[in-house]
């Protein structure tokens, strides 16, 4: 039976399609849920995916955390539900409370847009099986609002448990404390990351290689063995 992996779309989205194509061409079937439904129409994953929810107005995430797909989202990560959030979806994760943490404007207070080296920190999420722990592979990234920050003692917590999933690599493009690109909660079902995997799954876009397809190869492979 084929893998039915749910894309969350909020106003302001803008990489629901480009998700969603990345999950058919890893071999799962897209499944579009709409922020105002709270029904996931028995979705085996959920992916948050980026851009602007709700033109980030008030703060970035903050808006669409209380959309009502989310209430059910929350319960269900709480339960196992494996959810992964990219760039506006990682924003969206911290402001749940799904992930520890939250996201302040770039350093530069300038909008980017590049290609980015990370080091794979973690390889044993639902998300990053299909990675090598110090793998280092290349990701389109694109923030405003992409600095990732915490407390000292929530900083402790995440490096000692091992729960950095990627770092940035050669050049920090947000300010970042630790140089953090994703993070991961403590069972590992619930991964954010800024970059954007789903445009590198296929050579002719994005950064040319396809260093993003093993986020949705490594679920693929948990729900089978699940």
């Known amino acids: 039976m084929t893998a039915r992996i749910g894309v969350v779309t909020f106003p302001g989205s803008l990489d629901d399609r480009d998700t969603q194509r990345a999950i058919r061409v ?4 897209p499944v579009t849920l709409w922020h105002k439904d709270k029904d996931l129409k028995q979705v085996d994953a959920v992916v948050l995916c980026g851009g602007f929810s709700y033109g980030d107005y008030l703060r970035a995430g903050a808006i669409a ?12 990560a709480k339960a196992g539900l494996p959810v992964l959030g990219i760039c506006n979806g990682f ?19 300038h909008f980017i847009c590049r ?8 390889a044993d999420t639902a998300w990053t099986t299909d990675y090598e722990a110090g793998q280092e592979i290349h990701i389109p990234l694109k923030n405003m609002d992409g600095r990732y920050v915490a407390d000292q003692r929530t900083l402790d917590e995440l490096e000692a448990e091992g729960r950095v999933a ?20 403590a069972a590992g079902n619930v991964v954010g990351l800024m970059p954007h995997p789903e445009h590198a799954v296929e050579s002719l876009i994005g950064t040319g290689r396809t260093d993003g397809l093993p986020f949705f190869t490594s679920i693929l492979k948990k729900l089978v063995t699940a």
Request: charged share 20%.
């Open 166 to 185: 990627f770092r940035y690599l050669g050049f920090n493009p947000n300010g970042s404390l630790n140089d953090i690109a994703g993070i991961t909660n």
């Open 26 to 29: 890893a071999g799962a079937e």
């Open 65 to 76: 955390r209380f959309s009502p797909v989310m209430d059910t989202v929350i319960d269900q």
């Open 115 to 122: 290609d980015q080296k990370l080091r794979v920190e973690n």
């Open 91 to 109: 924003q969206i994760l911290t402001e749940a409370h799904l992930l520890p943490g939250g996201m302040l404007g770039n350093d530069h207070l």
